[in-house]
């Protein structure tokens, strides 16, 4: 494949990913791979193997002989991926304890001082964005490049249901989580490190019920509701 392909295809993934992520597409919906194909201004060749990707990657759902499908707001789903991340988080976070540099622990907690507490003029997308980075720098501070990349899928995934408990949560209560984090890290304290993650992540069957509930109602409302 050529340098110009790879191209069209990462910008095509990139564009449905994102359509993905949002539930542009409905729940359950059959994706039109013509309409899309226009839609997209590319041919069915870059859009069939972006859409190949998503599927690898548990954003898309495909079906032989019936094509792709966007996927579900599945609780169980949901609340596995959540065990997954509070696993593979506290994982990473003890090899974190053994090689981060103490540059990189001082540079998050920088990162919290320069983003602050209160949520200001962000929207619930962009303070998503900001708990992800945090998350993922300290999983990078683990030195395992494997697990920083499955914890992006993971929160690629969960992203709609975070966007919903960040609207209804409580940032400061949330930073100042992250700042005693950082500080159990500083002192190499596994034991209080796993503790407060695990609480910070912990999330039980009937929140992630109620946050879906919830999403699918700001899915299906109107167009120009979604956008206000």
Not at 30 to 41: P, Q
Not at 184 to 201: F, G, K, M
Request: hydrophobic share 45%; net charge negative; proline share 3%.
């Amino acid at each position: 494949m050529s340098a110009v392909s790879d191209s069209i295809v990462e910008k095509v993934y990139l564009r449905i990913r994102d359509m993905a992520i949002d539930f542009d597409f409905k729940p359950g919906e059959r994706l039109n791979e013509v309409a899309l194909a226009k839609e997209l201004g590319v041919s069915r060749t870059p859009l069939r193997e972006a859409l190949n990707r998503l599927s690898i990657e548990g954003l898309l759902r495909f079906l032989p002989g019936k094509g792709f499908f966007c996927r579900d707001l599945d609780v169980q789903e949901i609340f596995a991926l959540y065990e997954l991340r509070k696993s593979l988080e506290v994982a990473a976070l003890r090899l974190a304890i053994q090689r981060a540099a103490d540059t990189d622990i001082a540079d998050a907690l920088a990162f919290l001082d320069t983003t602050g507490p209160e949520a200001g003029e962000r929207t619930v997308a962009e303070l998503v964005e900001l708990d992800e980075a945090f998350h993922e720098r300290l999983v990078a501070m683990s030195g395992n490049a494997e697990m920083l990349r499955v914890l992006k899928n993971v929160n690629a995934r969960i992203r709609f249901v975070r966007w919903i408990d960040m609207n209804r949560g409580d940032r400061p209560a949330s930073q100042r989580e992250h700042h005693r984090l950082l500080e159990a890290l500083q002192a190499r304290n596994e034991a209080d490190c796993v503790a407060i993650l695990e609480q910070h992540i912990d999330r039980r069957m009937d929140q992630i019920t109620s946050a879906i509930r919830e999403g699918y109602a700001h899915i299906y409302m109107p167009e120009a509701s979604r956008r206000a």
